[in-house]
Structures are given as structure tokens and as C-alpha cells.
């Protein structure tokens, strides 16, 4: 240790002589629970559904479902293992060259996982440490504190909120605009039906299936992806999938997949499919619309009276402007439908009442605007938008969209900005020529191009020179795509700040780590039912944080004291816990008053939850169709723009002014780089996790792992051909990466076509094997991570959006000395 920078260190002799108090998790635990009666049976909400939980000396016990969640998910098994298990975030830690050197360590050591463990005073004063020397440095366009994720639901706790009004007590930072779900989706829809769409409430299930007699489930997988919310979720969508499947056995409905592999949602409804090559829904789309054009099974009359831009289409489809004709045969070639297939469909579509579902996956590929744009182009023709069970949905896989509305007011939250008459420390809003505010997935673009103009919907980005980064509630080195690129650029950052649960490869990657409790171990409320608004449901705290681990209230409230004296009060506004989560119950009761019931706080509190009720139903877009000029969307021309003179004048390439097929950078069966990596990885949203979170639940990891590994799902011949069997370890690379994963062999996958999950944990190891090599670019990921392998592209000038579906790979028998899977582990604690 040479270089040793006093300020850094000042204090930490005394903490450095405390070692780290036992290996198991549950050792200390007893010891550390509060003392409340046996057998207590508490309530709360979590992203997977809403639970009532016993304790048993001091340590959560049983976990049950809410008694109005009838359709609970398997994750409940794995709900315990948030709390506990090896992988938690147990003491504030400093990265080891970043105590040692501050602002000027050497950051190519970040990953290797080389931490010591420092007292919540010295951790907290050195980040407001750190962001001193970036504002008085930089200015706040060196600061990224903008990205946000799915951290735990709860309307007090919701971290994201926290760490943001915290930090803009603090100064100005660089924001982000739209998400990595819905990039491209959200972006282009306002353009052509006037809503972002996919946020928006659609059709009533009830209604669907009243009156649709065909559902094309679109890139769909409601029953994996309903099982998780974005709020607390009880899974009131699952009894209209029930009754959609009653449906289905007795021919009354027929439902078909477009999708590459067989669902979740295919399995469970027993339902139809469309083998498609991935990517290429839509040429399938405009062989579609060909084929309705030419044979006149359009509604003339709705594209009249309901859109525009029709005609600007037309000589695209028949080939008049490019010379090429979107005939079923010219589709089939590209796609892998044959042409019967892609005219009986259309067909089949324009002869009855059909709704179409589409997933959100699609949309996360390079050009994902397209197939978004082309499916409300085919449902304008088929002349169904604004009637029951028919047009077009870009969300009943979300969130209870669908499930019938109470239309009650659900609590507020923690304020994410600052109060009116609340000032920055630093007042700089001075970006220096740079842009404030970035789409989501490009940071990493900016960290390595500052100054770089880039194109965005329609403006100009000038990307920030970005020196410091603050994550709270995401999980960037499990979001984000191309690790060894990510690494890279994370060389020019100065300084990085984590606040986590858990020791997540964000965490690892990071110079100061600040352990938050899970929401198991505060109390807090939260809606349930999401976008139904059914009822708003207690979170009681179970156990007291374990470790050192606080509340993010709690952090920043600490933290604000750092800042300067009575900086804290004017955080919370002087209020603590309970207090806020009163206030929030009672502004929700003063808006719901007169229409919906709800006793006074105690009351509710003693309960566990109040429930508003059943809600009706409703058709999206009916209004619109009703009088398109007292309804009109909310497009520019406020009619559906099947031509956008908008988008056109932007004058991008890559997102003209209707929707066009485009080949991409890479695609398997045939297409782009399949000579060399003939395989097309898609990284779905997990089945037993949402995203990262659960991964750390061991034993119900434990449950779906291969040899400790994730499942790799692959095609029978793809594993014959390579001489892998189920059970086996495999290697996953391309030019980008390499990891490695556990083979499940199944005819749910076509040939040419492998799934590994998002939200696996990166746990990158050496050539030596060892997690301490994890720093290393190149380095083989132990667990399998599919951002290992993803392609960090912006799906367009338009969306910017993250393109991780646009991903080809190969890959092959694992064969040599197996490593350890390194990302559960946590840190290498160092005693200085
Ligand atoms: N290849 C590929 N990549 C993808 C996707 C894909 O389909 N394929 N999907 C993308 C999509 S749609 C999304 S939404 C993103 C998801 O990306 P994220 O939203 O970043 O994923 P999460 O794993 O939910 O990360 C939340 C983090 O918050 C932490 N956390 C939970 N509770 C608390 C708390 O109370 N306090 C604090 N401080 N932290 C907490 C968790 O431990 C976890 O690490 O991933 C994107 N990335
Ligand atoms: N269990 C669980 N549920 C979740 C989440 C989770 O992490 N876990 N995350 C939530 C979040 S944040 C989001 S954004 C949503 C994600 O929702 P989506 O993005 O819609 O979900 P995915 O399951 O990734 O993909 C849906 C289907 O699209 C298919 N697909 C992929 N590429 C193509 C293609 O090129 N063409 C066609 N035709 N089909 C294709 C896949 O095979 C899959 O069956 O899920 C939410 N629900
Ligand atoms: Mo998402």
C-alpha cells in the first residue's frame, strides 16, 4: 500500500480489527430478530404476490398466499430466500483501491472483488465525499444518478425515490428517458394510435372473451410473465386465463401463438402455434397485409374513416416503390411460415372477431418499432380496433392489464424531487453543452463517446461525459447488454456508488456498497392489483434488518444528516416512518371518500389490507370508434397513422416514415452472422425469478439450476449434433463473450433457437478459475449471464432502445476443469 490517501482512511483502524461475524447466514439471526410473539401471522405485498408470513423465533417461518390471491405462483417458494441467504449485502464496503485512492484508483481492479468493510459513518461521508469532487470537477453532467429498475414494491420504501431526492439535495445529475421493457414500443406508438400502448389499460378480459372467436397471442407469454407485477400482485388475471382455456378445450375460441418456441401460456391453454424465425415477424406481417390487400379482405371503409396515410403504404406493399412485392412467398422465404400458413391466418383473422395480444419482446430488437407499428397497420385493415375481442393490445401480459378497473385512488408515494423550497448544496444545473437527460439503455455509449451527437426521436443527444454512477433498486450488470464492453467503459468511470440487498455483479462492480434491507424488513404499504386498483394492502415488517443492513429511508435519511445540519428533518420532512405511511393512508382514504370504503389507519393496519371491490368492464378505444372527431387520438392528426409525416421528417434510415421490413446486424437461420454463430439466443424474462431478484434465493435456485448452473434450454438435434446431453455443462459465446450454462434439452425449442433468462447472475471468473479474475475482459461468466453474449445497440434513431433480442451465438460441450460458479459470493473481504 503506497499511495494512501489520509481522509480516506481516517477513522478506519478501529473497524478494521471487527472481522465479519460467522459464514452462515442464519447464525446471527436469532440473536439480531426482534422479540415478538410466536406464531404471528403478519401480512404484506412483494412483486410476486401477497403473502401472510409466521415467524418462529425471530425468523420468518411459514409463508403463505393472501387469502384473495387464487392463483398464487410457484416463486412463493423461493420468497424466504430473499431474506436469507449468503448473497446479502451485510456491512457498508469500499472497494480496496478506491479507499486506498479515491477518485484516482485503479479501475481496471473493479470486479475483482476485492472490498473492505468500513463503518456507515465513513461510507456515507465518502460518497458525499465523492460527489463533492464531481460537482466541484465536473459539474452535474458527470454525474449519473438516473437510471431506475424494478426495485421492491412498497410506496414509502421504493428505493429509486430515495436515492434520487437524496442526490438532488446533494446536486444536479444526468437523467434518462424511456425503459428497457418498452423502449422502442413507447416511443413509436403515440406516433401511430396515440398512447405509448403498452402502458395503457386495454380491453376488458371479461369482454375478450365474450366476443373474440380468435386471439393471436403475438410474442406472448402471459401465464409465465403474469406471475410478477409491477406492484403487489395478486393475480386476478389468471381466473379469465382459466376460463380462456375452458374456452379453447371446448372450440369456442381459438387461440394462436406467433412465436419461435411454445410457451408457457401454449402449454397451459393447449392452444395453436405459428412456428416463426425470430426476428422476422415482419416480413410475416406484410405477406399478411399483402395477401388482405390484393384480395380485398381490407375494411376500406375503417382505413377511410379512422387512419391516414394509407395509400403511402400501399405502393411499399406491392412492391411499386422498391421493387419488391410482400407476397406470402416472398414473407415465407424470410420468416419460415409457409405461404399457405401466412393466407390462412389472414384469413382466418378478417373472416371473425379477433384480438390480437402482443408481447413486449419483440419490440427489444433492433428495428423493434417495426413489428409494433405493422401489427396496428394489420389490425387497421382488419377494421376491429375499438370493438370487444377485437383490434390490437400491447399489454394484457402486464400488470392486470384487462382485469375489469375499480377506478379507486391508490396511496401516493415517498416524493422522488426535491420540495419547492428546497435548494442543491451545489445549485450548478450547467450541463456544459452536454444533454441532461439520455435514453435509458445508452449510457454506456456515453461513458465511452462523450460529446457524441447522437439522433432521438426527433431531437439531438449530445451524450454526457459521465464520471460517477449511483444505482439504487437496478441492477445494471444484469440489465444491461455486453458485459465485456460494459467493463470497459465502467474503466473510465471515477467512482461508483451501489445501494443493495444483495452482493449483485452491480455491486461487485462498484466502489462503495451500501447494504439496504429487503422488504420483508420494514413496513410500508403498497396497491394490489396494479392497474385494476383492487386494494391497498399492509406490509409489515417480519424481522428486523439483518446485518448492518438499514432501510433506504433510513440510508438516506443518514445520509441527508452528511449533507449539513437539518438536512435530514427537511429529507423527511421531520417525519418517520409510520408517521408517512399514516399521512399516505390517509390522503388515499380523503380521495377515495364518498366511493370507496376505507376504515382508519389502525383499523386497516390490524386488518392487513382494504379491498375496493370488483371493476368493470371496458373497451379500449370504443369512444375513438364511436366518433373519431370528439374521440380523436391522440396522434398528431388524431386519427390512426398507418403513414407518419412525423416520424418521416425526422429523415432517419432506420425508421421511415411506415412500417418496412430491414435486415438486422444479426440473425440466425440464415440471416447476418449465422455463417459463424448460427444460433439465435433469446434472454426471456424468467419463469422462477423477476429479472435478477430471487436468483440469490438459494434453495430455490437450487430447484431449476443445472449442475449449479442456469438452464440453457436448447433444440434435441442442436445437442446431438454437439454431443451434449441433458444435465451437461455447456459453453455459450460469440465474438462478444462467453459463459457457461446448464443443457435442458426440449422440443418446446426449434433448431437454431436457444434460451438462457435474463437476471442470471453474472459471476465472471479468471483463466485461473478464480472470481478474483472476474475484472478481466473476456472473462468466461460461471453462471450464465446472457448479457454476457447481448449486442449493445439502440433498436433505432428513433427509440434508442435496447436491443438484446438481435443476438447470435454457438456453442458447445463444456470440456476442461469445471470453475466455481463465483456469483453468489459475495465479496473477497480484505482487512487493512
Ligand atoms: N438480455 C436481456 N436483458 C434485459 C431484458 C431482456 O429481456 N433480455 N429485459 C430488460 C427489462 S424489460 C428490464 S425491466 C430490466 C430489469 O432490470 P432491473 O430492473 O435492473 O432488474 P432487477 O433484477 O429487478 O433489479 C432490481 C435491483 O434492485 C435491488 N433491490 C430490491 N429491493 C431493493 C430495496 O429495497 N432497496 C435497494 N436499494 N435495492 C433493492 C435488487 O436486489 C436488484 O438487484 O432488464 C432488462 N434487460
Ligand atoms: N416471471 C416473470 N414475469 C415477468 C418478468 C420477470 O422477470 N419474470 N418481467 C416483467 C417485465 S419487466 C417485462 S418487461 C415483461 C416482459 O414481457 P415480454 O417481453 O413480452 O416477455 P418474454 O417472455 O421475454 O417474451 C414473450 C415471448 O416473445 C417471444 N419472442 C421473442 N422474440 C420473438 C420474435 O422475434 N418473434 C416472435 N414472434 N416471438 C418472439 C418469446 O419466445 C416469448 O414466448 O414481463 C414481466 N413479467
Ligand atoms: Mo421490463
Redesign the pocket.
Known amino acids: 500500500m503506497t499511495i494512501i490517501r489520509r481522509d480516506f482512511l481516517k477513522g478506519l483502524v478501529g473497524s478494521s480489527a471487527a472481522a465479519l461475524t460467522g459464514t452462515s447466514v442464519l447464525a446471527p439471526l436469532s440473536a439480531l430478530a426482534d422479540e415478538k410473539p410466536e406464531q404471528e401471522w403478519l401480512t404484506t405485498g412483494t412483486h410476486w404476490g401477497a403473502f401472510k408470513m409466521s415467524r418462529k423465533n425471530g425468523v420468518i417461518d411459514q409463508v403463505v398466499p393472501f387469502e384473495r390471491d387464487k392463483y398464487p405462483t410457484d416463486m412463493i417458494n423461493g420468497v424466504r430466500g430473499l431474506v436469507y441467504n449468503p448473497s446479502r449485502v451485510r456491512y457498508p464496503m469500499v472497494r480496496l483501491d478506491f479507499l486506498l485512492n479515491g477518485h484516482k484508483s485503479d479501475t481496471t481492479q473493479r470486479g475483482d472483488c476485492r472490498f473492505v468493510r468500513v463503518t456507515w459513518d465513513q461510507a456515507l461521508n465518502l460518497f458525499k465525499q465523492s460527489l463533492d469532487e464531481v460537482q466541484t470537477n465536473y459539474g452535474p453532467s458527470g454525474l449519473h444518478a438516473g437510471q431506475t429498475g424494478?426495485r421492491a414494491v412498497g410506496q414509502l420504501h421504493s428505493c429509486t425515490s430515495h436515492m434520487q431526492r437524496a442526490v438532488s439535495m446533494h446536486g444536479d445529475y444526468v437523467k434518462k428517458i424511456g425503459d428497457?421493457?418498452?423502449g422502442a414500443g413507447q416511443t413509436i406508438m403515440p406516433y401511430i394510435l396515440g398512447t405509448t400502448e403498452v402502458y395503457a389499460q386495454g380491453t376488458s378480459w371479461p369482454l375478450i372473451l365474450e366476443n373474440a372467436k380468435t386471439i393471436v397471442m403475438?410474442?406472448?407469454?402471459p401465464v409465465?410473465?403474469?406471475?410478477?407485477g409491477w406492484n403487489t400482485e395478486t393475480h386476478e388475471s389468471f381466473e379469465y386465463l382459466a376460463q380462456l382455456k375452458e374456452r379453447v378445450a371446448a372450440g369456442e375460441i381459438r387461440v394462436i401463438h406467433?412465436?419461435?418456441?411454445v410457451?408457457k401460456t401454449q402449454e397451459y391453454l393447449g392452444s395453436e402455434r405459428i412456428y416463426?424465425n425470430?426476428?422476422?415477424?415482419v416480413p410475416m406481417m406484410l405477406g399478411m397485409a399483402y395477401h388482405l390487400y390484393t384480395n380485398k379482405l381490407h375494411d376500406e371503409e375503417f382505413i377511410e374513416g379512422y387512419s391516414l396515410g394509407f395509400e403511402r403504404f400501399v405502393p411499399y406493399l406491392t412492391g411499386e416503390s422498391d421493387g419488391v412485392k410482400k407476397t406470402p412467398a416472398w414473407a415465407s422465404e424470410i420468416c419460415g411460415v409457409s405461404e399457405q400458413q401466412i393466407i390462412e391466418l389472414a384469413e382466418l383473422m378478417a373472416k371473425d372477431r379477433t384480438q390480437i395480444l402482443m408481447?413486449?419482446?419483440?419490440q427489444?430488437?433492433q428495428h423493434g418499432e417495426q413489428p409494433y407499428w405493422m401489427g396496428a397497420v394489420i389490425a387497421t385493415m382488419l377494421g376491429q380496433i375499438g370493438l370487444p375481442g377485437g383490434g390490437i393490445s400491447y399489454g394484457h401480459?402486464?400488470s392486470s392489464i384487462g382485469v375489469p378497473a375499480t377506478g379507486a385512488a391508490a396511496p401516493g408515494a415517498f416524493p422522488r424531487n426535491l420540495d419547492e423550497d428546497q435548494k442543491p448544496l451545489y445549485p450548478s444545473t450547467d450541463f456544459k453543452g452536454f444533454s441532461n437527460t439520455i435514453p435509458v439503455a445508452r449510457f454506456i455509449d456515453a461513458i465511452l463517446e462523450p460529446g457524441k451527437v447522437i439522433d432521438a426521436n426527433g431531437s439531438k443527444v449530445t451524450l454526457p461525459d459521465i464520471k460517477m454512477m449511483v444505482f439504487s433498486g437496478n441492477n445494471p450488470w444484469s440489465h444491461h447488454q455486453d458485459r465485456n464492453r460494459m467493463k470497459k467503459a465502467f474503466h473510465k468511470l471515477e467512482a461508483v456508488v451501489t445501494v443493495e440487498v444483495n452482493w449483485t455483479a452491480t455491486a461487485r462492480f462498484s466502489d462503495i456498497v451500501l447494504p439496504a434491507c429487503t422488504t420483508l424488513e420494514r413496513n410500508d404499504l403498497d396497491v394490489y392489483g396494479a392497474y385494476a386498483g383492487r386494494g391497498v394492502i399492509a406490509m409489515q415488517k417480519m424481522v428486523e434488518p439483518l446485518f448492518d443492513s438499514l432501510s433506504d429511508f433510513e440510508i438516506f435519511t443518514r445520509f441527508a444528516s452528511v449533507l449539513g445540519p437539518g438536512k435530514d428533518k427537511e429529507y423527511s420532512r421531520g417525519m418517520d416512518e409510520f408517521d408517512w405511511l399514516k399521512m399516505l393512508y390517509n390522503d388515499c382514504k380523503a380521495a377515495n371518500e364518498g366511493k370507496f370504503e376505507m376504515p382508519d389507519f389502525d383499523t386497516f393496519w390490524q386488518q392487513g389490507y382494504v379491498h375496493f371491490g370488483e371493476g368493470e368492464t371496458w373497451t379500449r378505444q370504443a369512444d375513438f370508434r364511436k366518433d373519431p372527431e370528439f374521440h380523436p387520438l391522440g396522434t398528431p392528426s388524431g386519427l390512426i397513422e398507418v403513414f407518419s409525416r412525423k416520424i418521416a421528417s425526422f429523415g432517419y434510415d432506420d425508421c421511415q416514415g411506415h412500417p418496412m421490413w430491414m435486415e438486422k446486424a444479426e440473425r440466425s437461420h440464415g440471416g447476418p452472422g449465422s455463417d459463424k454463430h448460427p444460433v439465435w439466443m433469446?434472454s426471456?424474462?424468467?419463469?422462477?425469478?423477476?429479472?435478477s431478484q430471487m436468483c440469490e434465493s438459494e434453495e430455490y435456485r437450487n430447484s431449476y439450476a443445472v449442475q449449479g448452473r442456469e438452464p440453457c434450454y436448447i433444440n434435441p438435434d442442436d445437442a446431438k449434433q454437439r454431443g451434449i446431453k441433458p444435465g451437461d455443462v455447456v459453453r455459450v459465446f460469440n465474438d462478444r463473450g462467453q459463459l457457461l450454462a446448464g443443457a435442458v434439452v426440449s422440443d418446446n425449442f426449434p433448431p437454431g433457437v436457444l434460451r438462457i433468462e435474463?437476471?442470471a447472475w453474472y459471476g465472471p471468473v479468471g483463466k485461473d478459475g478464480r472470481k478474483e479474475g472476474g475484472s478481466e475482459i473476456g472473462a468466461l461468466c460461471s453462471y450464465g449471464d446472457p448479457n454476457t453474449l447481448t449486442m449493445d445497440i439502440g433498436s433505432s434513431k428513433l427509440a434508442q432502445a435496447c436491443s438484446a433480442?438481435t443476438c447470435n451465438v454457438q456453442f458447445e460441450k463444456f470440456k476442461g476443469k469445471l470453475p466455481e460458479v463465483a456469483s453468489f459470493s459475495g465479496p473477497v473481504e480484505i482487512k487493512i
Open positions: 424494478w428497457y421493457s418498452t403475438w410474442a406472448n407469454d409465465k410473465n403474469l406471475q410478477v406467433i412465436d419461435p418456441v410457451s416463426v425470430p426476428q422476422t415477424d408481447g413486449w419482446c419483440i427489444r430488437q401480459h402486464y433469446q426471456c424474462h424468467p419463469n422462477h425469478r423477476l429479472h435474463e437476471g433480442y
